[in-house]
């Protein structure tokens, strides 16, 4: 039997009617991608201390950084953190394509559970994560829809608390990670003007403040990483208690009084008219020669013309 909010019927075994299954597949794959990007971080972390290492090393000693131990410690590190960085960003395009392809899921069987109450289209659970600017803050407004549309106890008892956490972790990194991209390609700018002794000291600082920023924005994101494992895995488990409790009661639409509405008029209620009663019928006169209230026993007679009494037959 059909029931609202459930085209076809009542959701079996744990999923939404004409819903997608988020349990396995795509889920799988996408946790698995988020655990090696985690490992990658990491890795990348290690880089950019050893090149932290490095040039504060040659901070500290001055004439040395001409030497070739040196100038073989800079250049390990430097491969290091290059290949850590491609690495990376591999990594993370990687599972950009699965997060996107899960999340429009995701999306997909919010609408089952409540069509008609997201603020955009299920087209904007892609678009919205590569489409420039927007992408600041259309991800997250349905993300909030999701979890409003998912929530096993109606919309009020959504969770939001790790979805924000995630979001706030993912945007900071993003910037600092832009910011200190900037302060690098400034202080190699810096180091290829540089012709005298005293002008290098100040462009290798930027350089170890640009690795720092860098460095930091890495360590945000894999703290985001991690919440996003946490954030698969609380949605899925959302959607799946919610496709079981079935469909939510809907409050009723409130009633909006239309603006220059004419004056309600009562039905018309015709007056009572009493009942017609036909007129009394005087009783008949029996027939001639029927007894009272019998029948007549034949013709009358005929009058005889020649005198008194019936005419012969």
């Not at 009542?10 to 799988?28: A, S």
């Not at 904007?124 to 096993?152: C, E, H």
């Not at 993003?174 to 991209?181: D, E, F, P």
């Given at each position: 039997?059909?029931?609202?909010?459930?085209?076809?019927?009542?959701?079996?075994?744990?999923l939404?009617?004409?819903?997608?299954?988020?349990?396995?597949?795509?889920?799988?794959?996408?946790?698995?991608?988020?655990?090696?990007?985690?490992?990658?971080?990491?890795?990348?972390?290690?880089?950019?201390?050893?090149q932290?290492?490095?040039?504060?090393?040659?901070?500290?000693?001055?004439?040395?950084?001409?030497?070739?131990?040196?100038?073989?410690?800079?250049?390990?590190?430097?491969?290091?953190?290059s290949?850590?960085?491609?690495?990376?960003?591999?990594?993370?395009?990687a599972?950009?394509?699965?997060?996107?392809?899960?999340?429009?899921?995701?999306r997909l069987?919010?609408?089952?559970?409540?069509?008609?109450?997201?603020?955009?289209?299920?087209?904007?659970?892609?678009?919205?994560?590569f489409?420039?600017?927007?992408?600041?803050?259309f991800?997250?407004?349905?993300?909030?829809?999701?979890?409003?549309?998912?929530?096993?106890?109606?919309?009020?008892?959504?969770?939001?608390?790790?979805?924000?956490?995630?979001w706030?972790?993912?945007?900071?990194?993003?910037?600092?990670?832009a910011v200190?991209?900037?302060?690098?390609?400034?202080?190699?700018r810096?180091?290829?003007?540089?012709?005298?002794?005293?002008?290098?000291?100040?462009?290798?600082?930027?350089?170890?403040?640009?690795?720092?920023?860098?460095?930091?924005?890495?360590?945000?994101?894999?703290?985001?990483?991690?919440?996003?494992?946490?954030?698969?895995?609380?949605?899925?488990?959302?959607q799946?208690?919610r496709?079981?409790a079935?469909?939510l009661?809907?409050?009723?639409?409130?009633?909006f009084?239309?603006p220059?509405?004419?004056?309600?008029?009562?039905?018309?209620?015709?007056?009572s008219?009493?009942?017609?009663?036909?007129?009394?019928?005087?009783?008949?006169v029996?027939?001639?020669?029927?007894?009272?209230?019998?029948?007549?026993?034949?013709?009358?007679?005929?009058?005889?013309?020649?005198?008194?009494?019936?005419?012969?037959?």
């Amino acid at each position: 039997m059909p029931v609202p909010g459930f085209p076809g019927g009542f959701p079996v075994g744990g999923l939404p009617v004409g819903g997608v299954d988020l349990r396995r597949g795509v889920r799988i794959a996408l946790n698995v991608l988020l655990g090696v990007v985690a490992l990658l971080q990491m890795l990348h972390l290690a880089a950019i201390g050893q090149q932290r290492g490095t040039i504060q090393d040659i901070l500290d000693k001055g004439p040395v950084v001409s030497s070739a131990a040196a100038e073989a410690a800079a250049e390990d590190a430097d491969s290091f953190a290059s290949a850590m960085t491609v690495l990376s960003f591999l990594g993370m395009a990687a599972t950009a394509v699965l997060w996107v392809i899960w999340f429009r899921r995701a999306r997909l069987n919010a609408e089952v559970f409540a069509p008609g109450t997201h603020r955009f289209g299920s087209g904007w659970a892609v678009g919205g994560w590569f489409t420039p600017v927007v992408n600041l803050w259309f991800p997250k407004q349905m993300a909030n829809d999701i979890y409003r549309a998912s929530a096993p106890g109606g919309p009020q008892s959504a969770p939001k608390g790790l979805l924000n956490a995630w979001w706030v972790l993912w945007i900071a990194a993003n910037v600092l990670s832009a910011v200190g991209n900037g302060m690098y390609s400034a202080a190699n700018r810096k180091l290829d003007r540089v012709l005298s002794d005293s002008g290098w000291e100040d462009a290798v600082e930027l350089l170890n403040s640009s690795l720092a920023v860098s460095g930091f924005s890495v360590l945000l994101l894999l703290a985001d990483t991690v919440l996003a494992l946490l954030v698969v895995r609380q949605l899925t488990r959302m959607q799946e208690q919610r496709a079981m409790a079935g469909p939510l009661a809907m409050p009723p639409a409130p009633a909006f009084a239309a603006p220059f509405a004419a004056p309600a008029v009562p039905p018309f209620v015709p007056p009572s008219v009493p009942p017609v009663v036909p007129p009394s019928v005087p009783p008949s006169v029996p027939p001639y020669g029927a007894p009272s209230g019998g029948a007549p026993y034949g013709p009358p007679p005929q009058q005889n013309p020649f005198g008194a009494g019936p005419a012969a037959s």
